[in-house]
C-alpha cells in the first residue's frame, strides 16, 4: 500500500537547521509531484515547498533563501533542508506526493523552533 514516512522533525533552537526525510513506498515516486506542507496549532495547512517529476521547484515566500527541497528518485525519497529555523517555523510538516487526480499525505513530524 502507499506510505509517506517522515522523519527528522525535532526541537532546535532559532538559527538552526534541521533535515527532514520522507519516504515514499507503494506508488511510482519518480512521476509524482512532491510537496512539503506545513500546519501551525490554530493555522490551515500551507504550502513549503514542491517540486516536480522533471525537478522544477517552488517555494513559499516565507521558506525562500532558508530552505531547499530536493529529491532522490533511486531512494524513493524526497527532503527538505531546513536552515536558519525561526520560532514561526513551528509547526506540524507534512509531506505530499500528488499527480493527476492521485494525491497521498504523510503522517507528519513535529518541529518546534524555540530557545
Known amino acids: 500500500q502507499v506510505q509517506l514516512v517522515e522523519s527528522g522533525g525535532g526541537l532546535v533552537q532559532p538559527g538552526e537547521s534541521l533535515r527532514l526525510s520522507c519516504a515514499a513506498s507503494?506508488?511510482?515516486?519518480?512521476?509524482?509531484?512532491m510537496r512539503w506542507y506545513r500546519q501551525a496549532p490554530g493555522s490551515e495547512r500551507v504550502l513549503v515547498a514542491s517540486?516536480?517529476?522533471?525537478?522544477?521547484?517552488n517555494y513559499g515566500d516565507s521558506v525562500k533563501g532558508r530552505f531547499t527541497i530536493s529529491r532522490d528518485n533511486a531512494k524513493s525519497t524526497v527532503y527538505l533542508q531546513m536552515n536558519s529555523l525561526k520560532p514561526d517555523d513551528t509547526a506540524v510538516y507534512y509531506c505530499?506526493?500528488?499527480?493527476?487526480?492521485?494525491?497521498?499525505w504523510g503522517q507528519g513530524t513535529q518541529v518546534t523552533v524555540s530557545s
Open positions: 517540486i516536480t517529476s522533471a525537478g522544477g521547484i
Open positions: 505530499n506526493a500528488a499527480a493527476r487526480s492521485y494525491m497521498y
Open positions: 507503494g506508488f511510482t515516486f519518480n512521476s509524482y509531484s
